[in-house]
């Protein structure tokens, strides 16, 4: 049976801004297509990959940033935005693999549970290709990928008419400092890591993105096809 095909986006080091812009119109492409096409069709979206050109505040559906602390963090120097996806406030930036997978689930036989639980699969692998075994993914209101009470990948999605957006943010050498000006996810008494503190070595987005394909295509059952290549 023929594995459908999802487009690979790497913006490289690119503004927060850029990433939503390019996920929006990829969100308008999959959404104007009729759902005959949807249920038959072989494409299953895209799934835009960057690293964050700066520091970037976010905040999700459940809120998680008041205006003062939104003022407070647009003092350090970071931008602060709301977005459309799942959970509480967030920091990403550079060091960090930012994910949005844009994809019709139809196409790929998931539900958004099943999807969620498919980001976490693909962070767990990579960690354990990293040498991390101990890597693991927790139930709600801990979504997202743990080793042991440090997290190192937050996971937040947004779902509307079977079309997925946003994603995951894997920690690689993040500057970890940023966290401590929020509460990450709402979760108090937890901790932030990366994979550069884990591994007591400097491991960057770069080396990370070619086992991180291999997990996504692994976990997804897909074909990933770029501008030059298929993978």
């Known amino acids: 049976m023929r594995q459908p095909a999802v487009r690979l ?5 690119a503004r927060y801004a850029e990433l939503l812009a390019l996920q929006e119109r990829w969100l308008r492409q999959l959404q104007a297509e009729p759902d005959s096409q949807a249920l038959s069709g072989n494409a299953a ?6 690293e964050p050109a700066g520091p970037v505040y976010t905040a999700g559906l ?4 008041t205006p003062e602390e939104t003022a407070r963090l647009r003092a350090l120097g970071a931008e602060v935005r709301t977005t459309g996806r799942g959970g509480l406030a967030t920091f990403h930036g550079p060091g960090q693999l930012l994910c949005h997978p844009v994809l019709d689930l139809r196409r790929l036989g998931l539900r ?15 960690c354990e290709l990293q040498g991390l075994p101990g890597a693991r ?5 801990y979504t997202g990928v743990w080793l042991d009470e440090r997290k190192v990948c937050a996971i937040g999605v947004r779902c509307g008419r079977h079309i997925t957006s946003h994603g995951l943010a894997l920690n690689c050498s993040t ?14 008494g937890t901790g ?31 074909t990933l096809i770029s501008e030059d290549n298929c993978n």
Not at 45 to 50: D, E, I, R, V, W
Not at 114 to 124: G, S
Not at 137 to 141: I, W
Not at 200 to 220: I, S, W
């Open 137 to 141: 993914a927790r139930p709600p209101p």
């Open 192 to 222: 932030v890591t990366s994979l550069s503190k884990e591994l007591q070595r400097h491991v960057t987005v770069d080396e990370v993105m070619p086992p991180f394909l291999v997990a996504f295509k692994e976990t997804y059952k897909c």
């Open 175 to 188: 500057d970890l400092t940023w966290f401590e000006h929020i509460v990450p996810c709402g979760l108090v």
């Open 62 to 65: 459940r809120g998680g940033l």
């Open 45 to 50: 979206g895209a799934l835009l990959l960057c």
């Open 9 to 13: 986006v790497w913006l490289g080091r």
């Open 112 to 126: 958004l549970r099943t999807h969620v639980a498919a980001l976490e699969t693909c962070a767990v692998r990579l």
